[in-house]
């Protein structure tokens, strides 16, 4: 019995990339060559999954516990990651390296706010105290007076 036509192009093109992901794997790495088949069978059985949607098995999904309750999480030293509980004055970095999450992927995981926290309130305030007595998001008084020197155009420079 012969194959759809797709399924015979699929072929082809997994075919054709198979070889190509192996001549450039090749070309830049040592290997035995009785470990050469191996490679191009493990190639090819990974675009061929990938091509060929495999039946999902529905399970049902587990529903998400917190290791905190939610409107605990959230104090005035810390914050409390709702993945593993740890206190923590910035969560975004913990997130990111720990879990690959951003902030919004976090948020919209637990269901949580979008103007939830993710640096702790009094943490916040510090910084925002220290910025402030640096100077930091004022203008600077040079700026906000006009200085009496008016500088002169290029066509009078020029001359």
């Keep these: 019995m012969t194959q759809p036509i797709s399924d015979s192009n699929d072929d082809l093109q997994i075919i054709a990339l198979t070889g190509k992901i192996v001549t450039s794997y090749v070309a830049g790495n040592t290997l035995a060559p009785a470990a050469l088949p191996d490679l191009i069978k ?7 999954r990938l091509v060929t949607p495999e039946e999902v098995v529905a399970t049902p999904a587990e529903p998400l516990t917190p290791a905190v309750p939610i409107r605990k999480s959230v104090t005035p030293d ?3 990651c709702l993945e ?8 975004k970095r913990h997130l990111r390296t720990a879990y690959g999450l951003s902030p919004e992927e ?8 979008s103007d939830y926290p993710m640096v702790a309130p009094n943490y916040a305030e510090q910084r925002s ?3 402030k007595a640096i100077g ?16 002169r155009s290029s066509s009078a420079a020029a001359e």
């Design 129 to 131: 105290g220290l910025a």
């Design 136 to 151: 930091l998001g004022q203008r600077s008084r040079t700026e906000d007076k006009p200085s009496g020197k008016r500088r």
């Design 84 to 91: 593993d509980g740890r206190k923590l004055k910035m969560l």
């Design 42 to 48: 493990q190639v090819h059985d990974t675009l061929r």
């Design 78 to 80: 810390y914050i409390v």
């Design 106 to 113: 976090y948020r919209v995981k637990w269901g949580l706010p």
